[in-house]
């Protein structure tokens, strides 16, 4: 198994907070655990700010007061990329939009050596996710979306022969192995 902090997923931090990003939009099912009263449809974080910060906090680093609509326009752009990423090869309108993005983004490197944002805010955390896409967009075909089909998150296999099927086995894996022997014990 590819380590977290060796070859190319030393961007670790970046790709986690990319796919935090990329699955504020999702089935009713994938809160890993967390009852979520009243949601059995499909529904989308970013729609305003209370709810962006609400959904990020406790996953990634999120600033103090919530994002404005600039803000929230990007991080959309974000999960757009990521998932249009998902679906197909990169093309010149993928490419342009993050172009977009990286403009007026500042980086420097941490102590470690890795490439962090130096902008405060909501823009920086948007800047925080471009390298973990820029990681995403070499590795492509390790990035999949769990099968459990209440949840749709998107991951990154890192397992050796790529054979991962769910976001998390503790969650959904773990559903979808009751379900299996649900239905053998009616059978």
């Known amino acids: 198994m590819v380590g977290q902090d060796e070859g ?5 931090e970046a790709v986690e907070t990319l796919l935090a990003v990329a699955n504020t939009r999702h089935g009713p099912g994938s ?3 967390r009852a979520q009263a009243g949601w059995s449809e499909p529904h989308d974080h970013l729609t305003d700010g209370e709810a962006t910060t609400a959904y ?11 994002p404005g609509p600039d803000d929230l326009a990007r991080l959309r752009q974000v999960r757009s990329l990521v998932w249009r990423l998902w679906e197909d090869e990169p093309d ?3 490419e342009t939009a993050l172009e977009n993005l990286l403009e007026g983004s500042h ?16 823009g920086g955390l948007v800047a925080s ?3 973990g896409l820029l990681s995403l967009r070499a590795h492509r075909e390790r ?15 890192r397992s050796r ?11 959904c894996g773990n559903r979808a192995k009751a379900r299996r022997r649900a239905r053998r014990t009616l059978d």
């Open 143 to 157: 990035l999949k979306r769990c099968e459990n089909p209440r949840c749709g998150w998107l991951f990154v296999d």
């Open 129 to 131: 996710t471009l390298p």
């Open 161 to 171: 022969n790529r054979s991962r099927r769910w976001c998390e086995m503790a969650t």
């Open 92 to 94: 010149l309108a993928w």
């Open 31 to 33: 809160h890993r655990g």
């Open 56 to 66: 990020l906090e406790g996953r990634v680093q999120t600033p103090a007061s919530p």
């Open 8 to 12: 190319p997923w030393h961007e670790a």
């Open 107 to 122: 980086y420097r490197l941490d102590s470690q050596g890795r490439l962090i944002s130096s902008d405060a805010g909501w």
